[in-house]
C-alpha cells in the first residue's frame, strides 16, 4: 500500500489518471498512516491533516478527490477527542464507507447508461474514462452491437488507454486524431461515420450543470450541440464543485514540446468546460437527468458537498 507521499508523486506524474483512480489511491494511502503504532494521538491527526492537504494539491482540479479527503477530515474532528485507537477506527471506517461508495455508485451509473446505448451505433468518446468504459463493454456483454471512435489525447495519449481495453473486449473500435474529432461527429464526415452518440466523462460537475473535463471536450461537445448528436456525461455527483470554481490546470510544456526553440511559449491546457447547453443528459448514480437537476439532486442526496 503507496503512503500519501508516494501517491502525491504519482498523481502528478500523470501515473495515476482518472478523477475516481485518484480519489481511490489517495483514500487507501491514508489508511497507512493507521498503521503507525508509534503516533500519538496528536502526531497521528496532525499526519492526516498534513497528507489530506498534500493529496488535495497534488491535483486540485478533481472535486471527487477534494470532497472525499473532505469527508475523512470532518469525520476525524468530529471524533478528535477520542481515544488514538478509535480515532484509528473513525479514519478506516470513513475511508471504507467511501471506497464502497465509489464502487457502489459506479455500478449504478453503468447500469444507467447502459440503456441509452442502441444496436446499430456510432458512439464517441474522448480521452479515457473508467465509468465510460464500462458502460461500452456492459451493453456489449449485453448483446448490443455497436461502432466506438474515439480520439488518440495528446499530449499523454490517454484515448490509447480506451483504445487497447475496448479492443480487448472486442469491441469494434476507431482511433483519430484529435483535431479531427469535430469533423468526424459532423455530418459532413460521411454518413457511414455519423455519430448517434457522444459520451464523455468529467472532472467536475458545477452547479450550473455544466462539466469540466479533459481539453477538447469543448469543441466535442459544440460540434455535438450544432449537428444535433446527443451528449451524454457520465459521473457521480460525487465530483460536484459547490464553489463552481475549478481552477484550469496548466501542465508543463515539456509535454508537448520536450525540446521547443528558445523563447517559444507553449500553452498546455489540461482540460476545458463543457456548458450545460450543449449536454442532452447527465448520467449518473441517480439515473439519466438534466444539467437542470444537477444541484437539487446533490442537496438532496449529499448535503455535505454544500
Known amino acids: ?84 485507537d478509535q480515532l484509528k477506527n473513525v479514519l478506516n471506517d470513513s475511508v471504507n464507507f467511501l471506497l464502497n461508495q465509489l464502487t457502489s455508485t459506479d455500478q449504478e451509473i453503468i447500469s444507467n447508461g447502459e440503456k441509452i446505448i442502441k444496436s446499430g451505433q456510432n ?15 456492459s451493453a456489449w456483454q449485453h448483446q448490443k452491437r455497436f461502432k466506438v471512435f474515439n480520439t488518440e489525447t495528446r499530449p499523454l495519449f490517454q484515448g490509447r488507454i480506451t483504445a487497447k481495453n475496448l479492443s480487448r473486449a472486442k469491441i469494434p473500435v476507431t482511433m483519430v486524431a484529435d483535431n479531427a474529432a469535430s469533423f468526424l461527429i459532423s455530418e459532413t464526415s460521411g454518413k457511414d461515420l455519423m455519430m448517434g452518440l457522444v459520451l464523455l466523462g468529467a472532472d467536475a460537475i458545477l452547479p450550473d450543470g455544466s ?32 464553489d463552481g470554481i475549478v481552477p484550469i490546470e496548466i501542465r508543463p510544456s515539456k509535454e508537448i514540446w520536450p525540446q521547443k526553440p528558445k523563447g517559444l511559449k507553449i500553452i498546455n491546457f489540461a482540460f476545458d468546460t463543457v456548458p450545460a447547453k450543449y449536454i442532452t443528459g447527465l448520467v449518473c448514480e ?21
Open 1 to 84: 500500500m503507496a503512503n500519501p507521499q508516494q501517491t502525491v508523486e504519482r498523481i502528478k506524474k500523470i501515473q495515476i489518471q482518472g478523477a475516481r483512480a485518484i480519489a481511490v489511491a489517495s483514500l487507501n494511502s491514508l489508511k497507512s498512516l493507521a498503521k503507525d503504532k508509534s503516533a500519538g494521538k496528536k502526531e497521528l491527526l496532525t499526519k492526516v491533516s498534513r497528507a489530506i492537504d498534500q493529496l488535495k494539491k497534488a491535483r486540485p482540479t478533481e472535486p471527487l478527490n477534494q470532497n472525499c479527503l473532505n469527508f475523512v477530515k470532518s469525520q476525524l474532528k468530529i471524533y478528535q477527542a477520542s481515544r488514538i
Open 123 to 137: 458512439i464517441f468518446t474522448h480521452c479515457h474514462s473508467s465509468t465510460v468504459e464500462g458502460i461500452l463493454k
Open 211 to 242: 462539466v469540466i473535463n479533459k481539453i477538447g471536450s469543448f469543441g466535442i461537445g459544440q460540434s455535438a450541440y450544432f449537428e444535433k448528436v446527443p451528449l451524454y456525461i457520465v459521473a457521480s455527483l460525487l465530483k460536484y464543485d459547490s
Open 286 to 306: 441517480f439515473g439519466v437527468i438534466k444539467p437542470s437537476q444537477v444541484k437539487k439532486l446533490v442537496r438532496k442526496n449529499y448535503p455535505w458537498l454544500i
